[in-house]
């Protein structure tokens, strides 16, 4: 499926791996349950590591961890679930987290914008079709009130 | 008032260019329904019974002339010739077109008007005393900080969807006008012991099906970490708000759940990590209060002596007079009430032609702004007292003079069954009925001040469980059944109603309420009000007048 990333449609280059599967090769994430319990077998993996969070999961646990994680996964189980935004926010403003966040799962083009604006910055849609409205979306305003750095 | 500059302008603009977009994808099936639904709420769009609803925005419930003009163009163009002003100072179409909103929100455009985030879970428009800035009891007009707060709400890109709808009220005066208490967040203005200025912060007050009373969880807040201080409440909120159940999903089931001290740790702790990266100052504060400037009043508007003269000649305008306008700061000139309560229009609702007319008057005789207030009138603000004269024929002619602000029959009333795809029962045509068991004018001045507040189901959308008497429909069998409380308030001494006994069928609800009347006269004190002797009587008084022989 491919990925929007600086304002280009990309490949996706990740894989994301089920508790109970096997760990496959590549560039892989994983949950924070994964993460956590299996962190010396992640860290020797070959491709890049990255972890994928639901909304319940609290960022301010994966802490000191951060510099290892190269890329956050956000999951949308349903689009109306704002603590994402939190999330991503935390992880920039508090947390400094560097690498990249991209938001996956069930949301909608239409949120891309405010996604961007709290720290996201790729999108993966399992449609398509969504890839060239995200596109514009992403620009739907020009003006804002909130300062922000992103 | 606040004007837009060109950014302001630039974001509705935009805002209308992303909805059309968006209704158009739900029109060609591009956009699912639940997507759709969530987007188009957002821009104030609900469905109901027969047609969309549509909430526009008025910012703390200021209007400029022109904007009255527009939302009267509206009416006329969109909807059938009326609207409805809300509890929250907005307003609302009950008929417009789907697939023409996008149309209507860019005319709104035109003169400043917006419906963003007038619904959906997510910030809403943020209220205030309708007498800002000309009452006497003001220690500073909060607007300045409410415009401050529209804009920092305003597609805030951390909370547009959070748990549940949030809505926040600011009032800088000693008497609460916006029922500050019953708000997610409520600010007062205050002065601490060094004498300086800043903001009380209550938070997880609500009304709907568990009314909860805000408590304070900041007793003094510097002004500049207002903001801080929102984004820590919202932030702790947005992450730990209830999400599984949307009738737990309000601040308020958090703050209880949590306990207020624990609540309030977690705010504190969030705050004092964002503090310093958003101050909130002097300059920009200086600077937003000088869009809210008094207008040019004329020095010598005391001097007149005209007024008098008139009061005594004149009983029917005496009694507008005492009923329907209030002292003001500035001496020679008074605040109007222009009354949307006419005993034969639901209450709130106001024509076109009204609308237009009203303009006109507020041009002729108020600086060219009208204000709505939470109980659903409108006021101008800055009237002249040499004017009132003239300016009380003009608005009797209009049928907005009803002499009844702040008496039994201004009653707030949500549009129930008649409207409302949610509603157990009829709310506008029991409004009616009371309006006629009540027509004598002297009696309903002689009861005074008594707040009547009626919804058509749980939802509470006429803040009945905050009414001195409030009125809830039930359904009963599929038949219409109301439940009657007393002694509620919104204001300073905030208090949910109890329940006066079994609910009542439709043919005796008029009669319960003229009886619950009749207690207090018979008990009332010298000038006491029937608050108050609620309060000393007890309910026992008037539940065996209301339930004998039902
Ligand atoms: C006919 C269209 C309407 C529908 C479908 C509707 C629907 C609702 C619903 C479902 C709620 C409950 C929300 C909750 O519990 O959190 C609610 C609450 C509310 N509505 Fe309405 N409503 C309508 C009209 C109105 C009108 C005309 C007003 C103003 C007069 C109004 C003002 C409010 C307010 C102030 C609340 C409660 C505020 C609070 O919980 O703090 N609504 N409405
Ligand atoms: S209180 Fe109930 S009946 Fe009245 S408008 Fe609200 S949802 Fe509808």
């Given at each position: 499926?491919?990925?929007?990333?600086?304002?280009?449609?990309?490949?996706?280059?990740?894989?994301?791996?089920?508790?109970?599967?096997?760990?496959?090769?590549?560039?892989?994430?994983?949950?924070?349950?994964?993460?956590?319990?299996?962190?010396?077998?992640?860290?020797?993996?070959?491709?890049?590591?990255?972890?994928?969070?639901?909304?319940?999961?609290?960022?301010?646990?994966?802490?000191?961890d951060l510099p290892f994680i190269k890329l956050i996964e956000l999951h949308f189980p349903t689009f109306s679930d704002g603590r994402t935004f939190s999330q991503a926010r935390l992880l920039r403003s508090r947390y400094n987290y560097q690498g990249e966040i991209r938001a996956v799962g069930n949301y909608m083009t239409d949120q891309v914008f405010y996604l961007h604006r709290v720290g996201v910055d790729t999108f993966e849609f399992n449609d398509p079709k969504d890839m060239e409205l995200a596109l514009s979306a992403?620009?739907?305003?020009?003006v804002r009130y909130q300062a922000s750095t992103y | 008032m606040y004007q837009y500059n060109e950014q302001d302008q630039t974001l509705i603009e935009e805002r209308v260019t992303q909805f059309r977009g968006q209704t158009q994808r739900f029109l060609n099936g591009e956009l699912g329904p639940d997507e759709f639904r969530a987007l188009r709420l957002m821009n104030g769009l609900y469905i109901q019974t027969h047609a969309p609803m549509l909430r526009v925005a008025i910012p703390y419930g200021l209007?400029?002339?022109?904007?009255?003009?527009?939302?009267?163009?509206?009416?006329?163009?969109?909807?059938?010739?009326?609207?409805?002003?809300?509890?929250?100072?907005?307003?609302?179409?009950?008929?417009?077109?789907?697939?023409?909103v996008p149309d209507l929100l860019a005319e709104l455009a035109t003169v400043q008007m917006h419906a963003i985030q007038t619904s959906g879970n997510c910030l809403r428009n943020?209220?205030?005393?309708?007498?800002?800035?000309?009452?006497?009891?003001?220690?500073?007009?909060p607007r300045p900080y409410c415009e401050i707060i529209r804009q920092w709400t305003t597609l805030h890109p951390e909370f547009a969807y959070l748990p549940r709808k949030f809505?926040?009220?600011?009032?800088?005066?000693?008497?609460?006008?916006?029922?500050?208490?019953?708000?997610?967040?409520?600010?007062?203005?205050?002065?601490?012991?060094?004498?300086?200025?800043?903001?009380?912060?209550?938070a997880g007050g609500g009304l709907g099906r568990t009314p909860i009373i805000g408590q304070t969880v900041k007793p003094f807040l510097e002004k500049k970490y207002l903001l801080s201080y929102l984004e820590a409440i919202l932030r702790v909120y947005n992450l730990l708000g209830r999400r599984d159940n949307k009738y737990k999903a309000r601040i308020k089931i958090l703050v209880k759940e949590t306990g207020l001290e624990k609540f309030t740790a977690m705010v504190e702790d969030e705050w004092l990590q964002i503090r310093d990266d958003m101050l909130l100052s002097e300059e920009r504060i200086a600077a937003m209060q000088a869009q809210f400037t008094p207008p040019a009043y004329e020095p010598t508007a005391n001097s007149d002596t005209?007024?008098?003269?008139?009061?005594?000649?004149?009983?029917?305008?005496?009694?507008?007079?005492?009923?329907?306008?209030?002292?003001?700061?500035?001496?020679?000139?008074?605040?109007?009430?222009?009354?949307l309560k006419a005993p034969d229009s639901p209450p709130g609702d106001i024509t076109s032609d009204q609308l237009d007319a009203l303009a006109n008057l507020a041009d002729a005789y108020s600086f060219g702004e009208v204000r709505s207030t939470h109980r659903q009138n409108l006021v101008l603000a800055d009237v002249k007292q040499a004017d009132l004269y003239t300016l009380w024929q003009k608005l009797d002619a209009l049928k907005l003079a009803t002499p009844n602000i702040g008496t039994v029959t201004d009653m707030i009333c949500c549009p129930g069954?008649?409207?409302?795809?949610?509603?157990n029962a009829g709310s506008i045509g029991v409004a009616r009925e009371i309006n006629e068991a009540l027509d004598d004018l002297d009696y309903i001045h002689d009861i005074g001040d008594v707040k009547?507040?009626?919804?058509?189901?749980?939802?509470?959308?006429?803040?009945?469980?905050?009414?001195?008497?409030?009125?809830?429909?039930?359904?009963?069998?599929?038949?219409?059944?109301?439940?009657?409380?007393?002694?509620?308030?919104?204001?300073?001494?905030?208090?949910?109603?109890?329940r006066l006994g079994p609910s009542v069928a439709k043919h005796q609800i008029t009669e319960s309420i003229t009886r619950i009347l009749d207690v207090y006269v018979q008990h009332r004190l010298e000038e006491e009000a029937f608050l108050q002797t609620v309060k000393r009587v007890g309910l026992e008084p008037f539940r065996e007048k209301v339930y004998a022989n039902h």
């Amino acid at each position: 499926m491919p990925i929007i990333k600086n304002q280009q449609i990309l490949e996706n280059t990740w894989t994301f791996v089920d508790d109970d599967a096997p760990l496959a090769g590549g560039d892989i994430t994983v949950s924070v349950k994964r993460w956590t319990e299996d962190k010396p077998a992640l860290l020797q993996h070959s491709g890049k590591v990255g972890v994928r969070l639901t909304p319940a999961d609290n960022v301010a646990a994966l802490g000191d961890d951060l510099p290892f994680i190269k890329l956050i996964e956000l999951h949308f189980p349903t689009f109306s679930d704002g603590r994402t935004f939190s999330q991503a926010r935390l992880l920039r403003s508090r947390y400094n987290y560097q690498g990249e966040i991209r938001a996956v799962g069930n949301y909608m083009t239409d949120q891309v914008f405010y996604l961007h604006r709290v720290g996201v910055d790729t999108f993966e849609f399992n449609d398509p079709k969504d890839m060239e409205l995200a596109l514009s979306a992403i620009k739907d305003f020009t003006v804002r009130y909130q300062a922000s750095t992103y | 008032m606040y004007q837009y500059n060109e950014q302001d302008q630039t974001l509705i603009e935009e805002r209308v260019t992303q909805f059309r977009g968006q209704t158009q994808r739900f029109l060609n099936g591009e956009l699912g329904p639940d997507e759709f639904r969530a987007l188009r709420l957002m821009n104030g769009l609900y469905i109901q019974t027969h047609a969309p609803m549509l909430r526009v925005a008025i910012p703390y419930g200021l209007l400029a002339s022109r904007q009255l003009r527009m939302l009267a163009k509206v009416a006329r163009d969109y909807d059938k010739g009326y609207c409805h002003f809300t509890t929250r100072q907005n307003v609302q179409y009950n008929w417009p077109a789907l697939e023409r909103v996008p149309d209507l929100l860019a005319e709104l455009a035109t003169v400043q008007m917006h419906a963003i985030q007038t619904s959906g879970n997510c910030l809403r428009n943020t209220t205030s005393d309708h007498l800002a800035g000309v009452c006497p009891d003001e220690l500073e007009d909060p607007r300045p900080y409410c415009e401050i707060i529209r804009q920092w709400t305003t597609l805030h890109p951390e909370f547009a969807y959070l748990p549940r709808k949030f809505k926040i009220a600011v009032s800088g005066s000693e008497q609460d006008r916006a029922a500050v208490q019953l708000h997610d967040i409520g600010v007062y203005l205050v002065r601490n012991e060094e004498g300086r200025i800043g903001f009380r912060v209550l938070a997880g007050g609500g009304l709907g099906r568990t009314p909860i009373i805000g408590q304070t969880v900041k007793p003094f807040l510097e002004k500049k970490y207002l903001l801080s201080y929102l984004e820590a409440i919202l932030r702790v909120y947005n992450l730990l708000g209830r999400r599984d159940n949307k009738y737990k999903a309000r601040i308020k089931i958090l703050v209880k759940e949590t306990g207020l001290e624990k609540f309030t740790a977690m705010v504190e702790d969030e705050w004092l990590q964002i503090r310093d990266d958003m101050l909130l100052s002097e300059e920009r504060i200086a600077a937003m209060q000088a869009q809210f400037t008094p207008p040019a009043y004329e020095p010598t508007a005391n001097s007149d002596t005209g007024l008098a003269q008139h009061l005594a000649d004149d009983k029917a305008f005496a009694k507008w007079f005492k009923y329907n306008s209030v002292v003001h700061r500035v001496s020679g000139y008074r605040a109007v009430f222009v009354s949307l309560k006419a005993p034969d229009s639901p209450p709130g609702d106001i024509t076109s032609d009204q609308l237009d007319a009203l303009a006109n008057l507020a041009d002729a005789y108020s600086f060219g702004e009208v204000r709505s207030t939470h109980r659903q009138n409108l006021v101008l603000a800055d009237v002249k007292q040499a004017d009132l004269y003239t300016l009380w024929q003009k608005l009797d002619a209009l049928k907005l003079a009803t002499p009844n602000i702040g008496t039994v029959t201004d009653m707030i009333c949500c549009p129930g069954l008649d409207f409302c795809s949610l509603a157990n029962a009829g709310s506008i045509g029991v409004a009616r009925e009371i309006n006629e068991a009540l027509d004598d004018l002297d009696y309903i001045h002689d009861i005074g001040d008594v707040k009547i507040n009626m919804s058509g189901c749980m939802n509470g959308c006429a803040h009945q469980s905050v009414g001195h008497i409030g009125i809830l429909g039930v359904d009963k069998k599929g038949e219409e059944w109301y439940q009657i409380t007393l002694g509620g308030s919104s204001e300073n001494e905030a208090a949910i109603g109890d329940r006066l006994g079994p609910s009542v069928a439709k043919h005796q609800i008029t009669e319960s309420i003229t009886r619950i009347l009749d207690v207090y006269v018979q008990h009332r004190l010298e000038e006491e009000a029937f608050l108050q002797t609620v309060k000393r009587v007890g309910l026992e008084p008037f539940r065996e007048k209301v339930y004998a022989n039902h």
